[in-house]
């Protein structure tokens, strides 16, 4: 289904996709973007809502996983922190920060736990990466606090979940195999 072109006349209220046709590709009906909070979304409508008496142009996402669904304005995308599935050289850069020696955190749990929260809110791969390589090896290591335990599940399932979508990664069992491979400094 293409993005259609036509142009309102005067009377006609703007669409979204005349209003900002930067985010074309990303918000392509059917495609998958990545919520720093709620994983992989699939962008289900375009539409138009009225907040604060002007029209704003929305996109529409529904998770299948988390039975989920939220209305984004296009203009605040990056601001909300979605963006597309991890590829190419962004999944090349992605696997060396996972290879990448230990990072020591504080030695106490409370700072390091704060330390990798805030990490996660970026909603950056990179960052979630960097969480995911560093709780592993700590836990495979000396144990983590529960509290490390669960955030190491959270992200690391995220983590996993979006590399399932990587084109020549076929399945949750091979994204985790290749992640705990990467994180061992395994070649791919």
Known sequence: MGVPTATPGPEQTPVWWEIDRSHDILTALGSTLVHPRHGALTVTAHLN???????TPMIALHSELHQLSLQVPVAQLEEVGLREVVAGEELAKLRAVLAEDFVEEPSNWSRRFKSYEQKVA???????????????????????????????????????????????????????????????????
């Open 49 to 55: 809502r009225t907040v604060g008496g002007v029209e």
């Open 122 to 188: 970026t909603g950056s791969i990179l960052l979630f990466a960097e969480v995911v390589r560093d709780l592993s090896r700590r836990n495979w290591e000396k144990g983590v606090s529960p509290g490390e335990k669960r955030l190491l599940e959270k992200v690391r399932k995220q983590l996993i979940d979006e590399l399932a979508l990587v084109p020549g990664i076929t399945g949750l069992e091979e994204a985790e195999a290749y992640l705990d491979a990467a994180i061992r400094g395994e070649s791919a």
